[in-house]
Structures are given as structure tokens and as C-alpha cells.
């Protein structure tokens, strides 16, 4: 069982940059590896980033490339999400999520855990 807390979500203006952290309780957090969603009003969630159990290998969707970075710290069983260049299409409710599987890690639907959730909102 592993619990997740994300923090670090609030209102900023377009060009900001932000920092979500995600922390988790529960044993052997290095055992699973992390992903980051986002959902905004009247949209399916979608995937934003993962990396691996190690931190050793990240992955992103084409629309956060180049401008988020995700990372983690196992010995503090923390997982971040550095978010620069801000645009209001970023606006979101952003979720991290925890699974076992090693693939398809852009798919919710490979995640056992899930945090509650922390609101981004860019203005323009």
C-alpha cells in the first residue's frame, strides 16, 4: 500500500515556473515507478510524465518536452515535477501516480495508486 501526497500546485502567469512534489508513505517506494497526469475541467486525464523506479530513465508527452522535468528522490521517497514556461493550457488538476509495471506508463491504467491532487492554474 503506498499513499500519495502531491503539494505545490497554485496560480501563476504565463512564462512562471513551478515545482510539484509528490510524497509517498508506505514501504519500498523505490520499488515503483512514478508518473505524473494532469486533468483539466471537461477533459480525460492525460499523462505528462514517468520515470523509472530508479530515476535513471524519464519519459514525457510531446507537449511538456523540453519545458517539465521529473525527478525523484528515493531516499526521500519523493517524486518532483519542475514545470517552467508555463502556458494557460497547462491548467490543470495534476496527479502522481505509483505502479509495479516496468511498460505502457503513458496509460492511466498502469497505475495501482494515486495522489488526490494538486490545482495548476495559468493565467494569461
Do not use: H
Not at 13 to 32: E, I, K, N, P, V
Not at 34 to 60: C, D, H, L, N
Request: charge should be positive.
Amino acid at each position: 500500500q503506498v499513499q500519495l501526497v502531491e503539494s505545490g500546485g497554485g496560480l501563476v502567469q504565463a512564462g512562471d515556473s513551478l515545482r510539484l512534489s509528490c510524497a509517498a508513505s508506505g514501504r519500498s517506494f523505490s520499488t515503483y515507478a512514478m508518473g505524473w497526469f494532469r486533468q483539466a475541467p471537461g477533459k480525460e486525464r492525460e499523462y505528462v510524465a514517468a520515470i523509472s523506479k530508479s530515476g535513471a530513465v524519464t519519459y514525457y508527452a510531446d507537449d511538456v518536452k523540453g519545458r517539465f522535468t521529473i525527478s525523484r528522490d528515493n531516499a526521500k521517497n519523493t517524486v518532483y515535477l519542475q514545470m517552467n514556461s508555463l502556458k494557460p493550457d497547462d491548467t490543470a488538476v495534476y496527479y502522481c501516480a505509483a505502479t509495479t509495471q516496468l511498460l505502457l506508463l503513458k496509460l492511466p491504467t498502469a497505475y495501482t495508486y494515486w495522489g488526490q491532487g494538486t490545482q495548476v492554474t495559468v493565467s494569461s
